[in-house]
C-alpha cells in the first residue's frame, strides 16, 4: 500500500542520498533503547513506506537503564555506555533508521539552552511532519517527562520565525506519545493502535539487539499482542495481530477522519 | 480524491440503489439541525466520495429548540413539528445524507427500551464503520449526553452475538463526538479537525435551510472559521480555511499515524 | 450595605405581601435540613438584604437522614416525617426563608416527569436569578446526585420557550453547589467563599432547630470557622471569621470580576 | 499467615456450617463469569484464609458475552442460560466461594426497585467487611457501569437505618473495583496489587471451569503476569509472580499505612 | 456605576499623581500585546472606573510572536524589539494603563532569582488587589506557563513576612487567567464574563496599535462577540453584546455571591 | 500489636544502638515543622511500634513560615532560623524521630543537583520501606511541590543501579503524600485514613514544641477530630476519635487488601 505524503499537506521533495523520501518522521527517545520498545513496529512501516526516520537518543541510560551491567566487578560509566551505543546502533540498522546521539548524563537528564539549541535545529533540518517521543507523566521514570517538555518546546521553537532566524522555521509536526509501562499512572491513553502485524518480526529482531534489557523484550510481546487484542475489538478488521499504541497530543488536522 | 476504505478495513460491497458506496456512516442527531451546524461539512465531504451517509433525528427538537417559532400566538407541537421536519428534510437533501425521524420529545428526552432496540437495528442495518453523535457532557442542553449515551449503549449491544440474534451483529465503528456550543464546559477536546473547505459552501446552503434558528448560521460560519484557523496553526497545510471539529471516544484503529 | 440586584441584570418588581423585594433565590434542598447545614449563612444574609429566598424541600430524609430517630422501638415513617418537619419548618423561620415541600421518599429518591413538571413550574413561578444546590457527586449519599440532577435539567427546561409555553421561561439563573461532607472525593471545590460572619448566629440558632442531627451542628461551626480561616488566608480582609463554601456550575456574567 | 480480622475492625462472630469464619466479603459480578477473571485469585486467597465469600451473579451474560455459544445454529436464551451457569457454578467450587444468581437480563440491564431491594438484603445478611464489584467507567461493556452504580447506592442504602428497619443496617465495607479490560480508557487506576502467586494456580483451574470465553483464559494469564511485574517494580518483594490490580473507591480506614 | 473597593475588602488610600484611586490591578503579560488581546477591554473598563492598572511586560515578543517583522530582509533583534515596545506603549496609552517593562528574551523564556526578585517587588509597590496572568497551561506557547508559574509564584513570595522584610507583604490578591488561543486543549475554564460592551471600542483601538499582529484583530473581535453569546445564554441579561472570559485561580472571598 | 514488617517484604536486620527496629520510614519535610502538623501522630505511632523513623528537614522556613517571629524589630534570618530549629529538635524528641537538617533556603526552594545527590544518599542509608512528603500540588505554597517532586526524584534514582554505583540501591518504597491546608485546591485525596487515637496526646505535645505557628495547633486539632468523624463514617470501627490523611502516590503491592 503507497503512502500519500500530500495527504499530510507535506510538500514532496525530501531527498536521501539521492533518492526521493516519503516523508520525515522525528522520534526523540530519553535513552538507548526507548524507540525500539516502544515504537519499533511503527518506525520500522514507516522505513518500509519509504519514509526518512531520525531517531534523536538523548542519552545512554547508563546510570537509570542498565541494571543488568552495573552486576559486572569494577563497571564503569563509559564501559556501560559503549556497550548501549552499540546496541543502539546495532537496533537501529535492523529497523533501517537514523541515530543522532545526544550523549547526555541520565537519572536526571538536564536540559540546557545548548540541548534545547540542538534539539530545534535538528528539527528544523530533519523538517518531521510526524515526531514521537515519550508522554508527558511517568511516576517510575525521572527522564521521560524531563524529555517530553523539552520535545514540546523545542516543536515550538522550530516554528517560530524569530528563533535561528538563518534556518526557516518549520510548519508544525503532529506530535505523539510512546506507551509507558504503568499506562494509567501515567495518564497515559491508548488513543491511536497501529497495526504492526507485518512489521512485528523486524521490531522482534531490533529487540533481540538489545540483550542490556532483555526482560523487556518478552514484556514487549506479551504487550503488542494485548494492543492487537484491544485493535480487533476496536475496528473493523479482525486481521490485526500485534499493534503499538500512542496517544495524540496535538489536535490532529485531516482530510477525512482517521 | 478517490477515498480508499479498504483503509478501514471495511469489506466493500454496499450498495444503494444498485450502486456501490464507498463506506457507511451513522449520525445520530438529538434534535432537528443538529446534524446541520456541528457535521454538515463532513457529512457532505463524504457524501461526495461516494458514501453511505444515514442521519437520526431522535426528536424534532420542538420545546427545547425551536424558541423563535413559539413566539407567534396560538403556536401548537404539531405546527412546530412540521416545520422543523420540513427544515431537517430541505437541509438533507442539500447534504445529500437519508434522515430517518424517531420522533421522540425533547426537552427531556427519554430513551425506553423500544427506542433502544430500535438504534440497535438502525446500526446492523446500515452497519455504518464510523459513527458521529454528540459529546458526553452539555451543561446546557439536557438532551445531548442523552442521545451520547443511547448512542453508546447502542453500539454495544450492535456489537454484540445474544441480543436480536436474528441479525447479525456489526464490527465495532469509530465514535466521534460533534463539537458543542460552550465546549470547555463541556468537556469536549478538538482531537481531530476535519478540513470542510471544499465542502463549506453546501454546508452554509444546508443552514439556510433552517430559518427557526437563523441566528446559529452566523455563529456557525464563524465557528469554521476560527477551526480553520486551529488547523493551520496545528497542520502542515496553510490552505485550510474552514473546519469542523470532533472527539474521539474510542482508540483509532489504523495503519499508519492519522 | 444596600444589596444591587441591578448587577445582576435582574430586572426589578419582585414583591412579597405587597413589599418589593430586592432579589429571588431558589435553593433544592435532598433532605429535610441540608439547607440549613449547607447554607443557612448565606440564606440568612439574602433574607436579610431584602431578598424573597425560597427553599424546595425534596424529601423529608425519613429513611436516610434520621438514624437517632428509628432507635426508638415501634418507629414509624410517619412519625419520622412528622418531626422532620417540624424541624426544617422552624429552622426556615429561623432564617426567614419558605419552604416548598416535594415529599418524596428518600434512600433512593426517584425524579418521575411530575416531579420535573413541578420543579421546572417552581422555577418559572420564582423566577430566581440565583440557585443553590447540591453538588454533582457524592460518593456517601445516593440523593444528592439525584437531586443535582434533577436542578440541572429543570433549570434548562425551565428556560425553554416550548416547555409548559402557558408561562413565560425565565432568563438563565446562576448556579451554584452546596459544600458535601466528603470535600475531596466528591469532587467539590470551594470556589466561592461568602462571609457570613455577621449572620452566624441566626445560622446557629437555625441549626438548633433540628435535633434529630444534633452532631452535625458542632460539625458545621467547625466547618464554618476553617472556611473563615481559608477565607482570610485568600482574601484581603482579615475581619472573616466564618464563611460558607460553594462551587460554581455555569459561567458567571459580570460587570466587575467578582 | 494468620488473617487479622480485628485489625478491619469487624466485629468476630460471623459463622458457617457451625465453622467461625475470618471474615465476610462480597462480590458483585455483573455477568456469569467476571468473578473469575477479575477477581479469582483474591477470592481464592481470602477463602483459603479462611472467609466467607459470597458472589452475586447480577445476569449470566447470555446476550453480551456468550458469543462463542450463539454461533450454534438454533441457540435459544434458555440454552445458553444454563451452560453459563454450570461454568459458574463449577468455577466456584474451585475458588470455594458462595453464588446467588439474581437472573437478570444483560445488554443492557435494568436495575429495578426490586432488585435494589434484593441488593441491600443480601448486604444486610452477609454483612461484608470489603465488597468488589466493577470499575465506575467501562466504554466497551454497557452493564459494568450500571452494576457499579447499583453497587454504590446498595451500599449505601445498605447502612441506612431507616431502609428496612426490620434488619439493623450495616457498617460501610471498604468497595474496591475489578480491574476492566481496557484499563486506561475507563479510568481505572491500579491502586492496590494483591499478590496471588500462591492461589494462581487455583485461579487457573477456575477460568478453565469457563470454555465459553476460553480466549480470555490465556489474556488474563499474561495479565496476571503483567501485573506481577508492576508489583516487582513498586514493592518490597522480588518473589511476586502474579497479582491482581484493584482500585479503592472509599477511603482506607486503617491502623498501619497499607 | 460607581466600584465599590470597599467590598473586596481593600484599604483605600492609593493614590496617582496626587488623585485618589479606587483600586490597584496588576497584569502580568509575557509578551509585548498578549495583554490587549486577552484582557484590553477589562483593563479600560477598570482605568474607566478608577483604578491604577500596572502591567508588566515580561518580553517584547521578538522571537516567538512577531513572525511578519522577520518576513524583512536583515532583520535584527533589537529593530524587532524596538517596534513591538512603541506598540505596546501605543496600546498602553489607549487603554490608560501603564506599562513596566522586564525585557526577558523569549522562546524560551527564563526566570531568573533576579526576575523573581523583581516581580515580588512590583508586586509589593502596586498592591494589588487582582492580578491578571496567562493560564497554567498552553501546548501551542512555550512561556504562557512560565509566566503563569513565576506569577503564582511571585504573587506567594509577595505575601511572606520574611521575604524583603524591608517592604511589608501584602494581602492576597484574587489571580485570574486570560483566555488562551486554543482554550481546550489549555485546560482553560470561561468562569467568569466580564461584559466589557462599554469597552469594546477602546480595546479595537488598542488592538489597531499591534499591526505586527494584524490578523488577531478581526480573530479577538469575533471571540469577543462569540463570549458575549455566551454570556447572553448565561446570563440574566440580554444587552451584553462582547464580554472577555477568565479562569479564576484561587477561591473567592465575597461578601454576596458573585 | 506487634507490626510486621515481614507484611511488607522489608528484609529484617535494621539496627539503632544495638536494637533491633521493626521497621524504616523517611519522612521529607519542606520546612521546620510541617513533619509535625501532617503527619505526626503516624510518625508517634511507627516509633511507638519499633520503628525507625527519620525525617529530612529541607528548610526551617525562615522566611515563609515563621510570620510572628519577623514582628520583632530588628529580627534577622539567623535568630529566626535558630528558633526554628529547636522548635523542630523539640517536636521530634517527643515524637522519637531522627531529624536531618538540609539547611536550604525556602520561599523559593531550590534543589540543586547536590541538594538531590544528599536526599538520594539519605535514601540509600536509612532505606525506608515508607516515605512520607508533601503532595504534588499546593497553589498556597511554593515550596511544597518542589519538595514533593524531589522527593519522587530521589526515590527512583535511589533505586538506580548505576547511579551512585559505590552504594546498594534500594526497593521501592512505599510513597504517601501529607494531607496540605486547603485540600479541595491541592487535588489531595484523602485516601488512607490512619487512626491515630491512641496517639493523639503525643501528637498535641509535640505540636505545643512549636509556638511560632501557635495558631496552627487549635487548626490541626479539629483537623485530626474531622478526619475522625471520616474514618467512624468509612470504617468499621465506631472508636477512631482522631485519624491523619494520606494520598498514596504508588500502587500498594499488598498480601490481603487494605
Known amino acids: 500500500m503507497p503512502v500519500a505524503p500530500v495527504e499530510h499537506g507535506m510538500a514532496p521533495g525530501l531527498e536521501r542520498n539521492g533518492e526521493q523520501m516519503a516523508g520525515s518522521m522525528a522520534v526523540v527517545s530519553a535513552h538507548a533503547a526507548d524507540f525500539v520498545w516502544r515504537a519499533g513496529g511503527t518506525i520500522a512501516k514507516y522505513v518500509r513506506h519509504g519514509w526518512d526516520v531520525n531517531v534523536v537518543i538523548m542519552s545512554l541510560g547508563v546510570r537509570g537503564e542498565s541494571a543488568s551491567l552495573w552486576r559486572t566487578e569494577g563497571q564503569t560509566y563509559e564501559e556501560v555506555a559503549r556497550i548501549r551505543r552499540e546496541e543502539a546502533t546495532r537496533a537501529a540498522e535492523v529497523l533501517g533508521c537514523r541515530l543522532h546521539f545526544f550523549d547526555l548524563v541520565d537519572y536526571p537528564m538536564e536540559i540546557t539552552p545548548e540541548v534545547m539549541d540542538r534539539l530545534v535545529r535538528f528539527f528544523r533540518e530533519v523538517r518531521p511532519s510526524i515526531i514521537l517521543t515519550h508522554g508527558h507523566k511517568d511516576p517510575f521514570n525521572p527522564d521521560h517527562p524531563v524529555v517530553h517538555k523539552a520535545t514540546v518546546e523545542a516543536r515550538l521553537l522550530a516554528g ?9 522555521p518549520i510548519a508544525p509536526p503532529r506530535l505523539f506519545g510512546f506507551e509507558p509501562h504503568q499506562t494509567e499512572m501515567s495518564e497515559f491513553k491508548p488513543e491511536i493502535l497501529v497495526d504492526i502485524t507485518a512489521d512485528f518480526e523486524t521490531k522482534l529482531k531490533a529487540m533481540q539487539c538489545v540483550p542490556t534489557q532483555t526482560y523487556l523484550i518478552e514484556f514487549h ?10 485493535a480487533r475489538r476496536n475496528g473493523q478488521s479482525r486481521d490485526v495481530k500485534y499493534a503499538e499504541a500512542f496517544q495524540s497530543y496535538v489536535p490532529i488536522v485531516t482530510d477525512m477522519l482517521p
Request: aromatic letters at 6%; zero cysteines.
Open 160 to 168: 517560530a520565525a524569530g528563533v535561528m532566524p538563518e534556518i526557516p
Open 221 to 230: 510481546r506479551q504487550l503488542a499482542e494485548a494492543r492487537g487484542y484491544h
